[in-house]
């Protein structure tokens, strides 16, 4: 019996100190999913102006041609992915929604993709599908680790494929509380409605703006900031998801814990209770016994 209760002491202290890991876990994931998101909400007026900014350029011209060699990719069969994922666990389904949405969509080109993957859990899941990332990128864990991971993508896409024609984003964009979905992104090529577009869109004040120097170096320039900028916000949404994702699964891990402690408390306090009842009754016995016996010693 005391070993028993022993036991089910050293197993109630363990739950209370997961539970303690479990929740300060929590507390992480909910203030990360806030700095993510006022990144993506900061991000969206930068985005703005970029795209201002281009559609002064594209006034004028009416196609695609005018724009950088490297955005008009002249290597017209290529095709890469990147897969935003996550390098740790506990994360629910996060990293399988998001790999195996990018392996139905990327196998019904008729091409075979070159992929790069953020994040460990996913690129196994990307590798484990037939789907062999070319590369692998670490998963930022702030907000300011964001901006090195895009140079290194962008670095190693233009490196590696020369130009692609096509370039998808796969990642979890976060929804209502912790839901979020995978979504996909063509960011590349860069074509004529896109062009036409921003060229359509109007100027917010009264004062026109003018064009200083090279046309082809300031829309080269603001390209680049335009593929930062979606790379940005897709690596922040996912991250965003990733923590809401998390939170979700340590919610369901801390209502466990509780369930499970509730449990073992419940057992610890029958069986002491036991325990006592037990000796209880041996020393009424044992009175019980001494009291029958005094009469007969003193008979005899």
């Known amino acids: 019996m005391s070993d028993t209760i022993a036991a089910l002491r050293r197993q109630i202290k363990g739950a209370g100190d997961l539970q303690s890991v479990v929740r300060t876990m929590k507390t992480l994931a909910a203030s990360s999913i806030g700095q993510y998101?006022?990144?993506?909400?900061?991000?969206?007026d930068y985005a703005?102006?970029?795209?201002?900014?281009?559609?002064?350029?594209f006034r004028g011209t009416d196609s695609v041609d005018a724009m950088p060699g490297e955005v008009d990719a002249p290597d017209k069969g290529a095709i890469g992915a990147i897969v935003f994922g996550s390098d740790q666990g506990l994360v629910g389904q996060f990293n399988e929604l998001v790999a195996d949405y990018a392996v139905a969509a990327l196998a019904a080109l008729t091409d075979r993709p070159r992929v790069w993957?953020?994040?460990?859990?996913?690129?196994?899941?990307?590798?484990?599908?037939?789907?062999?990332?070319?590369?692998?990128?670490?998963?930022?864990?702030?907000?300011?680790?964001?901006?090195?991971?895009?140079?290194?993508?962008?670095?190693?896409?233009?490196v590696?494929?020369?130009g692609n024609a096509q370039l998808h984003l796969f990642y979890n964009r976060?929804?209502?509380?912790?839901?979020?979905?995978?979504?996909?992104?063509?960011l590349l090529p860069l074509d004529d409605a896109w062009h036409r577009q921003l060229g359509a869109r109007p100027w917010p004040t009264r004062n026109l703006p003018?064009?200083?120097?090279?046309?082809?170096?300031?829309?080269?320039?603001?390209?680049?900031?335009?593929?930062?900028?979606?790379?940005?916000?897709?690596?922040?949404?996912?991250?965003?998801?990733e923590n809401a994702?998390?939170?979700?699964?340590?919610?369901?891990?801390?209502?466990?814990i509780d369930e499970l402690l509730e449990a073992l408390n419940g057992t610890f306090h029958r069986l002491r209770q036991s325990g006592?009842?037990?000796?209880?009754?041996?020393?009424?016995?044992?009175?019980?016994?001494?009291?029958?016996?005094?009469?007969?010693?003193?008979?005899?």
């Open 174 to 186: 976060p929804e209502s509380g912790a839901v979020y979905a995978p979504v996909r992104q063509q």
């Open 48 to 57: 703005r102006t970029v795209e201002l900014g281009l559609s002064v350029c």
């Open 117 to 158: 993957a953020v994040g460990e859990r996913v690129h196994a899941r990307l590798a484990d599908s037939g789907l062999s990332p070319l590369g692998l990128f670490a998963v930022p864990g702030s907000v300011a680790a964001i901006t090195p991971l895009i140079g290194q993508i962008l670095l190693a896409s233009e």
């Open 37 to 44: 998101e006022q990144a993506v909400r900061a991000l969206g």
């Open 160 to 162: 590696r494929d020369h």
């Open 210 to 241: 003018e064009v200083l120097g090279s046309t082809t170096a300031t829309v080269r320039a603001l390209i680049r900031e335009y593929l930062f900028v979606s790379l940005f916000r897709a690596c922040a949404e996912s991250l965003a998801s």
């Open 245 to 256: 994702s998390r939170l979700a699964a340590m919610q369901r891990a801390d209502k466990n």
């Open 276 to 300: 006592i009842d037990e000796e209880l009754f041996d020393v009424i016995s044992g009175f019980e016994a001494l009291t029958v016996s005094r009469p007969k010693a003193g008979h005899e």
